[in-house]
């Protein structure tokens, strides 16, 4: 069998087919087609529709096109939205971008949308962790489950950006309880306590991770994940990755099996490269669930 680290796939437009249809369009230039479908996610989740939006802001050459389009149409928010989530990931854009984000936040506070961008504006511009969660406890208001934000507020709190794995971890540990069954928010649990692990050991030894206590914390909300069907499509490949990376570093290997079979070939890059050094051991955990038959 082909070995899983060469036949993961990693970007969601590749993993699910409305994104590859929405992300074909867009290389096409038909910008209205793309964004037709990235809007439809909304009826889904907000995470959905941030997914979606992120899978778009990152097809090259399309500024052209997206100006196009807004000649034409310079109300389209979904236009907007995009172009400005495309600012985001230009080093080159802030402050303006959040000014631009400041004034979409005015027009509609009940859109989910540019609020979750303003976080990841303080993610990528290392905004001070208290005005990060500022921005997340706003976007809450307006939606209360996001999980892309909740991620991304979660890389916000790490000790670099002025916060502390505390912190993190009591946000995590909140957003769960909150959280309906299915729902991806259970693996944040995870996601902390890896990010913890890979700041204080730069991912070497995963005896912090083992410890009976915490595995048996990270157990409960994985089978609360679990109970129902995942409330959002793109993001449980995100919460299914952190919970077999963390359950195959902690020493359950069943538990990883049972979350990379959910996956079958996909992966979400970042706990996967967290992971880097512990590879060898991971991948013979993924190569057994894909073996023994892929997605259950």
């Known amino acids: 069998m082909e070995p899983s680290t060469t036949s993961a796939l990693y970007d969601p437009a590749d993993i699910f087919p409305d994104l590859k249809r929405a992300r074909a369009r867009a290389q096409e230039g038909d910008v209205t087609g793309a964004l037709q479908t990235v809007a439809m996610q909304r009826r889904r989740s907000e995470t959905d529709h941030a997914i979606a939006l992120g899978v778009l802001a990152r097809v090259p050459g399309l500024d052209d096109a997206l100006e196009t389009h807004l000649r034409r149409a310079p109300r389209d928010l979904e236009a907007r939205l995009l172009r400005l989530h495309r600012a985001v990931l230009d080093p080159d854009a802030y402050p303006a971008v959040d000014q631009a984000l400041v004034q979409m936040c005015a027009e509609d ?3 989910a949308t540019p609020w979750y961008l303003r976080i990841l504006t303080a993610d990528e511009r290392r905004v ?3 005005e990060a969660f500022r921005r997340y406890e706003r976007l809450s208001r307006v939606e209360l489950h996001h999980f892309a934000a909740q991620r991304a507020l979660l890389h916000c709190l790490r000790p670099a950006a002025g916060g502390s794995w505390h912190d993190g ?9 909150d959280a309906a069954d299915g729902s991806p928010e259970h693996s944040l649990l995870a996601a902390a306590h890896l990010g913890r692990w890979h700041d204080l050991t730069d991912g070497r030894s995963t005896d912090d991770l083992c410890g009976p206590e915490l595995v048996a914390q990270v157990e409960a909300a994985a ?7 995942c409330t959002s499509a793109y993001a449980g490949v995100v919460a299914h990755t952190e919970l077999a990376v963390y359950f195959g570093l902690a020493g359950r290997p069943g538990r990883a099996v049972a979350h990379f079979r959910a996956l079958g070939a996909a992966l979400a890059r970042g706990p996967w490269e967290a992971a880097v050094r512990h590879h060898e051991r991971l ?12 997605p259950a």
Do not use: Y
């Open 109 to 111: 506070p009940h859109d």
């Open 128 to 130: 001070p962790a208290q």
């Open 223 to 229: 089978d609360r994940f679990l109970a129902a069907p």
């Open 169 to 177: 971890i009591t946000l995590a540990t909140r957003v769960a309880a």
């Open 283 to 294: 991948t013979t955990l993924r190569d057994e669930a894909l073996a023994s038959g892929g």
